[in-house]
């Protein structure tokens, strides 16, 4: 990410990675705002605008602590340390209200979050884990911030507990050499390369995702993979089968003995039809009326004989190429 212009809450300078950021980025504009979530500039910018408004950074302080219990792969989902993001995924389950959630902000308050995490962790009777990266897609920030670097060292403090974050990105080198002792689950989120390049705007390609689950796992980090949001494009069945086909080949066998698998079917809303009519004339159209029904005021997702169908599909397919390894959930 190469942002063009700095949006900042003045109290994010009177902490210490809010003052490296300054100085990180002191060739860049900084504007001042009263609220990190709530920017009456941006508010007014038409839909036209979300590509743009994906190079802005927000840098502010999180308020907000408060832990969501989840029962998937974690005990709970953190606020942490950032929240949108650089990329721009057509389906992207952020995009709530585009001048609010198109932009990665980032929250300079690290040392208050890593506090709670580490007291829950220790006061627990139990070893819990804690998903830090439900809002943002974390070794992307990094590549801005070193914020994962800090957090699996200082995270080392606990005595108890596991961090776990999903990502699109293959940015991990500067992780391999960390001492993360056993207390990260990075967790890589794949699609066929054609869904990647035509749906998944400036994200890793799939062999540069490939890769960097096998670094990780030869750096002693524990590995999960999301096969996530499956699409129902017009040739999916073959493009799933040459994904899993790939990943049997390509993954090691370091990968595939502690491996587990999360399968999400896309869920798609009036929001993002709206958006992506205008920002992104020219892309695939992701909602079909056909396929789709739905799901609350607003959202459409696949019907469910649609879904069984694929679902069985999928795990067929894994059964036959990635043999013994769990599906720990379909949503």
Known sequence: MNPDIVFYEPAALNYILGQKLKEKFKDLDWVPIENHNNIEQL?????TEFARMKRHLIIGVRKSLKYTPNHKVSDFLVPYTSSGCSAMCLYCYLVCNYNKCSYLRLFVNREQMMAKLIKTAEDSDRELVFEIGSNSDLVLENTLTG??????EN????????????????MIDTLLPLDHKGKIIMRMSVNPEMIIRHVEFGTSGLKDRINAMNKMAEAGYKVGMLIAPVIFVENWMELY????????????????????????????????????KE????????YDKSMMT???RGKYWYREELRAKGEEFLRNKLSEKLSGIPIIYVV
């Not at 914020?147 to 699996?152: C, K, P, Y």
């Not at 089968?241 to 595939?256: C, G, N």
Request: hydrophobic content about 40%; overall charge positive; glycine content about 4%.
């Open 155 to 170: 995270f080392n403090r606990s005595k108890k507990g596991l961090l776990t974050f999903p990502t699109k990105f293959h």
């Open 294 to 296: 739905g799901r609350g």
């Open 279 to 286: 920002a992104f004339p020219n892309a695939v159209n992701l």
């Open 147 to 152: 914020n994962l670097e800090w957090t699996i």
């Open 241 to 276: 089968s040459e994904l899993i086909d790939q990943l049997a080949d390509e993954l090691t066998e370091r990968v595939k003995k502690q491996l587990f698998i999360e399968i999400i079917f896309m869920t798609y809303s009036y929001v993002h039809c709206a958006i992506n």
């Open 43 to 47: 508010r007014t910018n038409p839909n």
